[in-house]
């Protein structure tokens, strides 16, 4: 109770200082005000977390079926009927840890897209820093993603595969598939608001990127020569990243791949908070 | 001490589209814009500027509650959204020296599948709420929204009263140094209003707080602002004491040049929807001449035309007059003539004419409103500020008292009164005992 009386003291004095407000101004306090408004976020993914399967039926088993279904479709696809290679793994476990990051980085990145839009009333008659809210859609999807990792760990456990001290690096590799997500979310949110092409756009991107992220197949099958430039699509990073630190020791991470991926993605997230920002004080005149 | 809120020189552009009638710019038209402005200078084909705000600077002690009034599309709602950070202001500068919590709506944020606590938890975080300070109130909002049986019910199954009721107790437990409020008590039943209104009340004088709040019930703004600022065309009237400024309000809405007579030429332009346009309104008072008043002892004719777009049309035209204080005085409606009461409407363009007869209203200035019903009947088209027009009192009293007669109506009514006994001194007692 103390620490929250000493916070409160803490906020009403920053609040001494007068707020200006002006035409093109770039808020000093911006970010501050993001993390003062840190509970909205919570409150909206908790909201967002509540009603996802409300009225459904079966509820969060949808999380466990969707990436279970595609897995087996894509493990008959590729693996029985194309004969892919699989790195010396059950093909199932070398498609699973590639749909998990997947579906994580693909039902972000719609989700956030959507996510001003979805809240179009709140942005017009309220405010608070609007950055809160794509990156709040981030949080079911995690959530998802984790429902499902139980999946993973069944299916490790059914192949007898125990992951070394990689594991370790995971967290690492998801927060690049969020930050992905993010990146790429902040950018189309904002350009969803002005132009409702990206409503159609998006599950374009998510639908094509399915099949050029090596989701269904090993990136051991792209030509040696092409893959710097197949590392331009920061998933190829990730699930590289996400085989490499699950799947002890059968496949490699390609480092300069790698390393394009995570720039690309830095890139995504500095360019996208800036195009964000820039356009955010509109947003209620046009949405 | 420097004020709390500081405004200088707001203005506020919008660009308005012409052409294109999709709702939403597409990157089709921008690709088409950037096309055709590159071979000559079009782009004011595409879109005109309108000023929302000019120019617009005051200020706001702390403690002060200000009441913004003005005709819809006078840029009320616009400066709010200015001063609580929702849109920026195109040019000049706001200086906010406190918290500012804004309430432009009721129930921003409710979200129909959660139920009502989990809804006060959101709407409260959404208004910027602490979760310590929700806890710690929680009990408070619940007791004045008076739906604590419903508590765990989903919003969308609430009567749209309960929810009103829900959604203004959360904000209405907000502790910010300004509060913004847009006209959002015009829903909820009377006796909620009042409570709401009591609550604002309460929140401006007995905590010092500076409340800016925009309303079109003159009522409440004089009851609980003490300065008011009237807008007009984005423009700042006048600003000052409160009673000043809705009189100057009211005087500039009646005293117009033709404020007998509205009209509009074309139905592109009138207002009304795709089955009903209105072409104008005209207040006619009895007798010759136009430009006589419109008094208490005289009868007038309020006479509405309007276009009737679509064929067989059943319409019943329904009147209504209100106070400025917006309290009803009456309803009308045309069934009343036998003659048109069961034959459908064929398209063209009608008179309605409704007679109101001498010594019905009282002296003051009324709101005519109209709606177009058919017979289901749901409304097809509802004119709200249709016109103002006040009625004078240039009745010869043989009294020497010049102020106005309390009520709505002053009606002439039958007095009767005669001498009963002759003895003055105790007549009282024996009428007494006689009865």
Known sequence: MRSIENQRKIILSEEKTPLIIEAGRTERRYFRDVFRYRELFFFLAWRDILVRYKQTAIGILWALIRPLLTMIVFTFIFGKLAHLPSDGLPYPLLVFTAMLPWQLFASSLSESSNSLIGNANMISKVYFPRLIVPSSAIVVSFVDFLISFSILAGLMLWYHHMPGWRILTLPLFIVIACAASLGAGLWLSALNVRYRDFKYVVPFIVQLGLYISPVGFSSSVVPVKLRLLYSINPMVGVIDGFRWAVLNGKTFLYMPGFCISLAIVLLLCVSGTWYFRKTEKTFADVI | ?435
């Not at chain 2, 001490?1 to 999709?22: D, T, V």
């Not at chain 2, 209405?172 to 909620?192: K, M, R, S, Y």
């Not at chain 2, 419109?294 to 009737?308: H, K, P, Q, V």
């Not at chain 2, 010869?396 to 006994?421: A, M, S």
């Open chain 2, 1 to 435: 001490m420097a004020p709390i809120i500081h405004i200088e020189n707001i203005s506020k552009k919008y660009l308005i589209g012409h052409q294109s009638r999709e709702k939403y710019l597409t990157l089709r038209d921008r690709i088409g814009n950037m096309i055709g402005s590159m071979g000559k200078k079009r782009q004011g084909r595409y879109s005109e500027e309108f000023w929302a705000l000019q120019d617009i600077s005051f200020e706001v002690n702390q403690g002060e509650s200000v009441g913004i009034i003005g005709p819809n599309g006078a840029g009320k709602s616009t400066l709010l959204k200015i001063l609580s950070r929702i849109t920026e202001p195109t040019t000049g500068r706001v200086t906010l020296n406190g918290r500012v919590a804004s309430l432009l709506e009721v129930g921003t944020g409710f979200h129909p599948e959660l139920t009502g606590r989990e809804n006060i938890f959101l709407n409260g975080a959404i208004l910027g709420m602490r979760k310590a300070d929700i806890i710690k109130k929680f009990d408070e909002i619940v007791a004045f929204s008076e739906v604590e049986k419903f508590l765990d019910t989903p919003v969308k199954r609430y009567s749209s009263g309960m929810y009103v009721r829900l959604a203004f107790a959360v904000a209405a437990h907000l502790e910010p140094e300004i509060l913004v409020v847009d006209e959002v008590l015009a829903v909820g039943d009377a006796q909620f209003q009042k409570k709401c209104l009591g609550k604002m009340d309460d929140v401006a004088r007995n905590h010092g707080r500076t409340v800016l709040f925009v309303s079109h019930n003159m009522q409440a703004i004089q009851n609980l602002c003490s300065t008011g600022i009237l807008l007009k065309n984005g423009k700042m009237e006048k600003k000052g004491n409160v009673l000043q400024v809705v009189s100057t309000y009211l005087g500039t809405t009646v005293t117009q040049p033709n404020s007998r007579e509205r009209r509009w030429g074309s139905p592109d332009t009138a207002p009304g929807n795709e089955t009903i346009r209105v072409h104008g309104i005209c207040i006619k008072p009895d007798g010759p001449g136009q430009t006589q008043q419109i008094t208490m002892n005289a009868g007038f004719t309020i006479e509405i035309l309007f276009w009737n777009m679509v064929s067989d049309l059943r319409l019943v035209v329904n009147l209504c007059l209100y106070t400025v204080e917006d309290t009803p005085c009456l309803e009308s409606l045309s069934v009343d003539e036998k003659e048109w009461n069961t034959k459908p409407f064929s398209k063209g363009l009608y008179r309605s004419a409704c007679h109101i007869p001498a010594y019905l209203l009282n002296q003051g200035t009324y709101r005519v409103r109209i709606f177009f019903l058919n017979d289901s009947p749901s409304t097809l088209f509802d004119f709200r500020d249709a016109m103002f027009f006040s009625v004078e009192d240039l009745d010869e009293r043989n009294l020497p008292w010049y102020g106005k007669f309390i009520g709505v109506v002053h009606p002439r009514l039958q007095w009767e009164t005669e001498k009963v006994r002759d003895e003055a001194d105790t007549s009282i007692n024996k009428l007494h005992a006689g009865g």
